[in-house]
């Protein structure tokens, strides 16, 4: 069965001063995500780029950094006992409960010995380093928590994207509720497993293959523009139909999500974007769940940087971006 792209567009009118008042009309299209059916909006220049981001010099200063190298290793909390360690270790990455828990098992991955890392400077075995040892924190969990059943692996990269921190780091999230989106997801994906005993992602992957709105693989990730989008340069990674559950956290999906995620990045470097959040779901032991990873764009980190989380994301849960998927997935498929 063939997914359907539904798309509906809006117009408004009204005497614009920028064209001496004559009648103007201007187009809004709004789209209907199709697993969820939640909706997101198209509106030209409505994330303001600048030429030229001038970050203060103060995101350089590592001085009394909790996460850099010297400090992690007295200054962050250590796991309880029944983990088996004080801290995780793989490469740069460093693992840790998170002082301020989001739930029963919520867990910080310092990722880079580096304070500051411009975005398009991250490196594959970091991000490999970084999201195994998140991986083994959730597969930790999981042997622990029968009742644990939700994992999402995230980042929040300078400080419009909601870092307190400079340095870069993920938080991992394990319970049994998972996040609302989580939710909304695993509802739908196993409501459409169940009508066609397939994957969904499976299906969009296959569907999407040689459109602007497909990326690439790396290995066995397929990665998309989503037709919805949730946020700007909204770009979506997913081991469809070959690895549901939890990735083997030393296995080829996690190297394949790392990879993908820093040729994003590499993207956004190139665009003039500095500032990105992540997230990555997980489910345990769903066929109808594969791991899901969302990178989208966040607005430019400068000295007179404003906030994108307008209304419509914090109140509405509306998407609304200025370019849409075919544009921005056909031109982030030259960095695959």
């Known amino acids: 069965m063939a997914i359907e792209f539904e798309r509906d567009t809006q117009t408004a009118t009204f005497h614009s001063p920028l064209e001496d008042f004559a009648e103007t009309t201007v187009e809004t299209e709004v789209r209907v995500d199709p697993l969820t059916g939640r909706t997101a909006r198209v509106v030209p220049e409505n994330f303001p780029m600048p030429e030229e981001a001038r970050v203060a010099d103060s995101i350089l200063d590592d001085e009394g950094c909790f996460f850099c190298p010297g400090t992690v290793e007295e200054a962050t909390p250590t796991y309880p006992d029944w983990m088996g360690v004080d801290r995780g270790r793989r490469g740069e990455a460093t693992s840790f409960p998170n002082l301020n828990p989001y739930c029963a098992h919520s867990n910080v991955v310092a990722l880079t010995e580096d304070h500051h890392v411009p975005i398009g400077e991250f490196t594959a075995s970091q991000f490999a380093d970084g999201l195994c040892a998140a991986f083994q924190y959730v597969h930790d969990v999981f042997q622990h928590d029968d009742e644990a059943r939700f994992a999402s692996i995230n980042m929040n990269y300078l ?148 906030s994108d989380a307008t209304f419509f994301t914090t109140l509405h849960d509306e998407g609304v971006v200025s370019t849409p998927p075919e544009e921005y997935g056909h031109d982030a498929h030259k960095y695959f």
């Open 159 to 306: 400080r419009p994207a909601g870092a307190s921190l400079v340095h870069p780091h993920l938080q991992t999230v394990v319970d049994d509720r998972g996040t609302n989106e989580q939710r909304r997801v695993a509802e739908a994906a196993r409501d459409y497993y169940e009508a066609h005993d397939e994957v969904y992602w499976s299906a969009l992957a296959v569907q999407e293959r040689g459109g602007d709105r497909y990326l690439a693989e790396t290995g066995n990730v397929h990665w998309l523009a989503p037709f919805a989008p949730k946020h700007h340069y909204h770009l979506t990674g997913v081991a469809a139909g070959i690895h549901a559950g939890l990735p083997d956290p030393s296995g080829d999906v996690t190297e394949d999500f790392a990879r993908g995620l820093v040729n994003v990045l590499s993207y956004y470097a190139d665009l003039g974007l500095n500032s990105f959040n992540v997230a990555l779901f997980v489910e345990r032991d769903d066929p109808a769940l594969p791991p899901l990873l969302h990178v989208t764009a966040r607005s430019v980190f400068d000295e007179y940087y404003h």
